[in-house]
């Protein structure tokens, strides 16, 4: 059976607060006042918090010269505050050694929310960015299943084959819901109680404060 794993990014390999970047690159293009709240229900990826933001801003859609600058700008406020140690950025427990064991066994993949940019910068500052040759990233996504299923295309031109069995890593219960609605398997990674509680709760099967038993996390996949 070909297997392939996509593994969501932030809280499932990495742990950074990019908020402050993000804050700043919003605040530099729409004013100190800007409104930086989450909208209830709003699709949770980097596109879509952007479009959000600038949208309430300007009282108008953006437009995409608006909203590739301002990709750019935090783009390059996250490489400075993650090189000067402002923001660190740090991998989730045992994640190189699972990888590692991982890639030897079947092919790996992104399948992220964060703008392609970020997520690898994220991975370069941990030195997980070489193990993960392609993905799904956020760009125009009307749900998170979206980018799971770019993920796997873009999976499957990188390993010219066509994959039976699909499994997504994920922090989050709208990766959970993407795994779902796309109909591949789930795994959930989260260092927070409440947060695994949340993943149980909206029914994951299997889940993993991190990879430290990288042992019992491959054996789901054999």
């Not at 991982?102 to 070489?130: F, I, M, N, Y």
Request: proline share 3%; with cysteine.
């Amino acid at each position: 059976m070909r297997v392939l794993c996509l593994f969501d990014v932030d809280g499932t390999l990495v742990h950074v607060a990019e908020e402050l970047a993000f804050a700043q690159a919003f605040r530099e293009h729409c004013g100190p006042a800007v409104d930086l709240s989450f909208t209830p229900g709003l699709l949770v990826s980097d596109s879509a918090y952007i479009h959000d933001v600038l949208g309430r801003s300007y009282g108008r859609l953006a437009e995409s010269a608006e909203i590739d600058a301002l990709v750019a700008r935090f783009v390059t406020l996250l490489a400075a505050f993650t090189e000067s140690g402002q923001t660190p950025v740090r991998a989730i427990a045992g994640a190189h050694a699972f990888i590692d064991a991982l890639r030897s066994r079947v092919p790996v993949a992104l399948s992220t929310g964060c703008v392609e940019p970020s997520a690898r910068l994220k991975l370069r500052r941990v030195g997980l960015d070489a193990a993960f040759p392609c993905g799904g990233f956020s760009s125009t996504e009307r749900s998170r299943a979206d980018i799971v299923r770019r993920a796997i295309a873009a999976a499957e031109q990188c390993y010219a084959t066509r994959f039976d069995r699909t499994v997504l890593f994920g922090d989050g219960t709208w990766d959970l819901e993407s795994a779902s609605d796309a109909g591949i398997d789930f795994i959930g990674i989260n260092e927070h109680e409440n947060g695994r509680a949340r993943l149980r709760d909206g029914g994951a099967e299997h889940v993993f404060a991190d990879y430290s038993d990288g042992g019992s996390i491959l054996a789901l996949l054999d």
